[in-house]
């Protein structure tokens, strides 16, 4: 009987100390939240060997601090001849220029002009609205001169974005930027009309946008043909504040998000909720390569989980695992954290230098694959060394359940280390090639 309880004991021990460290966490990340600073960024403390590639070099980073430090001779460089003048900001080329010549006020007849001195400055006109009115002139034209009979010719009116609106394309266009772009609501946009002598109302408004959204759906529809016909797309959900009438209170939907990596386009899905009935409609028709986070709704039969489907998952979420565990435990947390980084030190490598194609195969394979199998192997042997509460336990049982799926992106050439990838300059794909699409 003592051994017994002996052993209840110990397990409600085990269970309350998972239990109190899960509760820590989740107040500590509570506090981050509100108070903390959102930045992932993790410095190793390893030293840096030849075969260790990573992100950041401390050493060489201090090292160089402290050079500049002691640097007290300067060499004077010898300015190319035809050199802009440094200091000022030079303003750009292609920008209007209104040139406004000044003579002096003194009497000039009769001087020679030796040259000029010019200056430039930054200058703005404010957005302006007008009218443009359509005069059509109208012509009697006799088509029987025995009875009389005459026909009106008249100028054809062009074709108004919105039927029988008084909105044209440059104005429809501007609303949709300063909403969508630049996230001005719309009552700011009625001040500023005010301003410019227009007055328009928040309905007028809120029904131009649902005539734009007619125009822009075929455009849509393409889209997100195009991305379903990838072979492989990434995929992610985001929670949003919907308020569909004043009326009514916000309610939480989802955003959906749909990227083919490779044409570098992105399709956004809204839905109601966050069940896989969304993914479903869309990833319909889908083969190819599915690469997510780890919620449970991409493992659905019939979304990652169906024939013809490779679901991969994203590094960056597993690496997000660890970083949170770090304040909790540090030499593990640090050592995940910092063979990870070696990952990506890889993958930075490889775009740095522009590498394809069977290149970028071999350097997965060369470099990354050994790093993703004895660190498989790490977290088998660790997960039975922590409780499965605790930050570390959490971080590191995400990883390895998904440690086949995180791996897959050394694979193919054109898969990515995670969903995570931002692009500075999207494709302009032509709407002709949408549409043919």
Same mark, same amino acid.
């Given at each position: 009987?003592?051994?017994?309880?002996?052993?209840?004991?110990?397990? =409600?021990?085990?269970?309350?100390?998972? @239990?109190?460290?899960?509760?820590?966490?989740?107040?500590? $990340?509570?506090?981050?939240?509100?108070?903390?600073?959102?930045?992932?960024?993790?410095?190793?403390?390893?030293?840096?060997?030849?075969?260790?590639? #990573?992100?950041?070099?401390?050493?060489?980073?201090?090292?160089?601090?402290?050079?500049?430090?002691?640097?007290?001779?300067?060499?004077?460089?010898?300015?190319?001849?035809?050199?802009?003048?440094?200091?000022?900001? *030079?303003?750009?080329?292609?920008?209007?220029?209104?040139?406004?010549?000044?003579?002096?006020?003194?009497?000039?007849?009769?001087?020679?002009?030796?040259?000029? $001195?010019?200056?430039?400055?930054?200058?703005?006109?404010?957005?302006?609205?007008?009218?443009?009115?359509?005069?059509? &002139?109208?012509?009697?034209?006799?088509?029987?001169?025995?009875?009389?009979?005459?026909?009106?010719?008249?100028?054809?009116?062009?074709? &108004?974005?919105?039927?029988?609106?008084?909105?044209?394309?440059?104005?429809?266009? @501007?609303?949709?930027?300063?909403?969508?772009?630049?996230?001005?609501?719309?009552?700011?946009?009625?001040?500023?009309?005010?301003?410019?002598? *227009?007055? %328009?109302?928040?309905?007028?408004?809120?029904?131009?946008?649902?005539?734009?959204?007619?125009?822009?759906?075929?455009?849509?529809?393409?889209?997100?043909?195009?991305?379903?016909? #990838?072979?492989?797309?990434?995929?992610?959900? #985001?929670?949003?504040?919907?308020?569909?009438?004043?009326?009514?209170? &916000?309610?939480?939907?989802?955003?959906?998000?749909?990227?083919?990596?490779?044409?570098?386009?992105?399709?956004?899905?809204?839905?109601?909720?966050?069940?896989?009935?969304?993914?479903?409609?869309?990833?319909?028709?889908?083969?190819?390569?599915?690469?997510?986070?780890?919620?449970? &709704?991409?493992?659905?039969?019939?979304?990652?989980?169906?024939?013809?489907?490779?679901?991969?998952?994203?590094?960056?979420?597993?690496?997000?695992?660890? =970083?949170?565990?770090?304040?909790?435990?540090?030499?593990? #947390?640090?050592?995940?954290?910092?063979?990870? @980084?070696?990952?990506?030190?890889? =993958?930075?490598?490889?775009?740095?230098?522009?590498?394809?194609?069977?290149?970028?195969?071999?350097?997965?394979?060369?470099?990354?694959?050994?790093?993703?199998?004895?660190?498989?192997?790490?977290?088998?042997?660790?997960?039975?060394?922590?409780?499965?509460?605790?930050?570390?336990?959490?971080?590191?049982?995400?990883?390895?359940?998904?440690? $086949?799926?995180?791996?897959?992106?050394?694979?193919?050439?054109? %898969?990515?280390?995670?969903?995570?990838?931002?692009?500075?300059?999207?494709?302009?794909?032509?709407?002709?090639?949408? *549409?043919?699409?």
């Amino acid at each position: 009987m003592q051994v017994e309880s002996y052993e209840y004991l110990l397990k =409600e021990n085990t269970e309350l100390k998972s @239990q109190l460290a899960s509760l820590q966490f989740q107040l500590a $990340e509570m506090k981050r939240l509100i108070f903390g600073a959102k930045s992932e960024k993790f410095i190793s403390s390893a030293p840096n060997t030849a075969d260790t590639p #990573s992100l950041f070099n401390l050493d060489a980073i201090q090292a160089a601090e402290e050079a500049k430090k002691k640097l007290v001779k300067y060499n004077q460089t010898v300015k190319p001849e035809g050199a802009k003048p440094t200091g000022r900001q *030079m303003l750009p080329e292609n920008l209007e220029r209104e040139v406004i010549e000044i003579d002096p006020v003194e009497d000039i007849t009769g001087l020679t002009k030796i040259g000029e $001195e010019v200056t430039e400055r930054l200058d703005y006109i404010p957005g302006k609205i007008f009218v443009k009115r359509y005069v059509r &002139a109208k012509y009697a034209k006799t088509i029987d001169t025995a009875t009389g009979t005459t026909q009106v010719l008249i100028g054809k009116l062009p074709t &108004a974005p919105i039927e029988k609106g008084i909105p044209e394309a440059g104005l429809l266009a @501007q609303i949709c930027v300063d909403k969508y772009v630049d996230h001005l609501p719309i009552y700011r946009q009625i001040k500023r009309y005010e301003r410019l002598g *227009m007055t %328009l109302n928040a309905t007028t408004i809120n029904g131009w946008l649902e005539g734009i959204n007619s125009l822009l759906s075929p455009l849509y529809d393409a889209l997100g043909k195009v991305i379903k016909g #990838s072979n492989y797309i990434q995929a992610d959900e #985001s929670p949003i504040k919907v308020l569909e009438d004043t009326k009514s209170k &916000a309610h939480q939907g989802y955003m959906w998000l749909y990227r083919d990596p490779i044409k570098r386009l992105v399709y956004f899905d809204y839905q109601k909720g966050r069940d896989s009935s969304g993914p479903i409609q869309f990833l319909e028709l889908f083969q190819g390569y599915l690469q997510t986070d780890g919620y449970g &709704a991409y493992e659905n039969p019939l979304i990652g989980g169906k024939a013809g489907v490779q679901l991969m998952h994203c590094m960056a979420h597993a690496r997000r695992y660890a =970083e949170k565990s770090l304040e909790y435990d540090k030499e593990r #947390s640090a050592y995940f954290l910092s063979e990870i @980084q070696k990952l990506y030190a890889i =993958e930075r490598h490889i775009r740095e230098n522009n590498l394809t194609g069977e290149q970028i195969l071999a350097e997965r394979q060369q470099k990354a694959k050994p790093i993703l199998e004895a660190l498989g192997v790490w977290l088998k042997e660790n997960y039975t060394q922590v409780l499965p509460g605790t930050p570390i336990g959490k971080a590191i049982g995400y990883s390895l359940q998904r440690w $086949e799926k995180l791996s897959i992106y050394i694979t193919q050439p054109f %898969l990515e280390i995670d969903n995570n990838g931002t692009y500075p300059n999207f494709n302009i794909i032509q709407t002709s090639d949408l *549409m043919r699409s």
